[in-house]
């Protein structure tokens, strides 16, 4: 898979989770931002372009359900997953209302990160 196109932001509040992604993102050779609130996140989507957001739904202040969407007042098309460890019949419908388009539980194998960017690097 060629990734010459991709740009990924990841949302998360937990550096834990946010150096674990980014080991695999570099293992998948992708290029990557990482903000840690909603206001970070707006600013990034304002100034860069990106093929994908990863979105905690658990973080202070604003969780995920607000700043999915506050980017879809940005940016109607961007694809936004929700990156929880909650269960999926807990988040899914209620990210769906907000505007992410799917779910992907943490920690996520590296193959079903690889599928969703296929899934959308296809459509893009």
Not at 35 to 57: F, H, M, P, R
Request: glycine share 4%; with cysteine.
């Amino acid at each position: 898979m060629t990734n010459e196109n991709i740009r990924l932001l990841l949302v998360d509040d937990n550096e834990i989770n946010s150096l674990f992604a980014g080991i695999m993102f570099n293992k998948l050779n992708i290029p990557f931002d990482v903000a840690c609130n909603k206001s970070q996140a707006l600013g990034l989507i304002e100034k860069n372009t990106y093929s994908l957001v990863l979105l905690d739904i658990q973080m202070p202040i604003h969780d995920g359900y607000d700043i999915a969407k506050e980017i879809r007042s940005i940016d109607s098309k961007l694809p936004i997953i929700a990156f929880t460890s909650l269960p999926e019949e807990q988040v899914l419908p209620k990210a769906i209302d907000s505007g992410m388009n799917e779910y992907l539980l943490k920690p996520s194998a590296m193959q079903e990160l690889r599928s969703i960017l296929d899934r959308y690097k296809a459509s893009a």
